[in-house]
DNA sequence: AGCAGGTTTAGCG
DNA sequence: CGCTAAACCTGCT
């Protein structure tokens, strides 16, 4: 059975969808909806709560990555180990894991069921911010966070 | 098979 | 500089 939990973030001004069993399935941004009940009950929660109120850096809770492709995996893998506060280039990271292709990277990221905590934010093109699969202004605003946040 | 993608780089004005 | 165009490889139809 998969539970949802439902915490607001005042950085982004949106409320998160956690969606778990034993393991975290995935998180989504809810935008536009005004007075949700928050709700929280998983560890994912209480973590994402202490990235955002206490600069947490990083994640304990086990991902479920099981549907997605072994490429993909690795990807997701890969940015698991981008440190706070610190950035990689989309051709970067393919290097890491033995590929050229930075295009692909840029797919498997967009397929990137479990926002923040897999930090696909921090990876960013060369020339510019890149994309999100969560919306730009998103990965912006934790990319400044991250940068500035005084703790 | 074909096609598009969260990119990159070179080449030209 | 800013723009265009081609190339890289993966995953969805």
Redesign the pocket.
């Given at each position: 059975m998969t539970n949802v939990d439902i915490i607001f973030s005042q950085l982004l001004n949106c409320y998160i969808e956690i969606e778990y069993d034993v393991k975290l399935h995935a998180t989504r941004f809810i935008r536009n909806k005004e007075n949700l009940k928050e709700k929280k009950t998983c560890d994912a929660s209480f973590e994402l709560e202490e990235y955002f109120k206490n600069g947490k850096t990083d994640f304990s809770c086990d991902v479920d990555l099981t549907g997605l492709?072994?490429?993909?995996r690795k990807v997701l893998d890969e940015t698991r180990k981008i440190r706070y506060g610190r950035t990689i280039?989309?051709?970067d990271l393919a290097r890491n894991i033995g590929?050229?292709?930075?295009?692909?990277v840029?797919?498997?990221?967009?397929?990137?069921p479990i926002l923040i905590i897999i930090p696909?934010?921090r990876?960013i093109?060369?020339?510019g911010i890149?994309?999100?699969?969560g919306g730009v202004d998103i990965k912006a605003r934790l990319l400044e966070f991250e940068r500035e946040a005084p703790f």
């Open positions: 492709s072994e490429f993909t280039t989309y051709s590929t050229k292709n930075y295009r692909a840029g797919r498997a990221l967009g397929n990137n696909c934010h990876v093109a060369k020339n890149g994309g999100y699969s």
